[in-house]
């Protein structure tokens, strides 16, 4: 966070994922696990990296069949509580996260959907899309808790790799 340390303290994991390509000394390609992954089985460099592309894991959603389901579903649930608000706040999705991401990357319509899994980078990707876009990652530092409003990195990264031919999807692996 150096130059952003006004947006600290951070407990949200997008705000600092969004920061993991200035961390000093970091490879050019590199492979980033949450702090709940563990890797049960042996892996080789081809399983995330092949020539000057990334291995992706996952597959393309539908943004507005998502959106009509959602829309359903909160009509149901409202219907089922007799009319009232729901009583607790809808926590920040996996889904819409990655759907926003797509969007910022120009895929206004679907998104690739990627699960829970190691993420292969390459820092300039997202070097280069920061340094273009500064605003928009400053706006996404500033939320000290994870938030709705905030980009997933990790599906920014995939989708701009994609959008430059430089992603392979491969679900053989698991």
């Known amino acids: 966070f150096d130059g952003y340390e006004q947006y600290l303290p951070t407990f949200s994991n997008r705000s600092i994922e969004a920061m993991l390509h200035r961390v000093p000394g970091l490879a050019a390609r ?3 696990l949450n702090d709940d992954f563990m890797l049960l ?12 592309s990334v ?3 996952g597959r393309w959603r539908d943004g507005a069949a998502r959106a ?3 829309r359903w579903r909160a009509t149901v649930s409202k219907l089922l509580r007799g009319g009232r608000a729901p009583t607790r706040v809808a926590r920040p999705g996996q889904h819409e996260a990655q759907q926003l991401s797509a969007r910022m990357a120009g895929f206004p319509a679907r998104y690739f959907q990627f699960p829970h899994c190691p993420a292969p980078l390459q820092r300039d990707t997202i070097a280069e899309w920061f340094a273009a ?5 400053e706006k996404n530092l500033s939320f000290r808790l994870r938030s709705a409003e905030q980009f997933l990195t990790v599906a920014l990264a995939n989708h701009l790799e994609i959008a430059r031919g430089t992603a ?3 679900n053989r692996l698991e």
């Open 41 to 52: 089985q042996p892996v080789a460099p081809g399983d995330f990296f092949r020539g000057e």
């Open 68 to 70: 009509r389901w959602q």
């Open 168 to 170: 392979l999807v491969d």
């Open 55 to 57: 291995v992706l894991r």
């Open 30 to 32: 590199f492979l980033y």
């Open 133 to 137: 876009n500064p605003a928009v990652l």
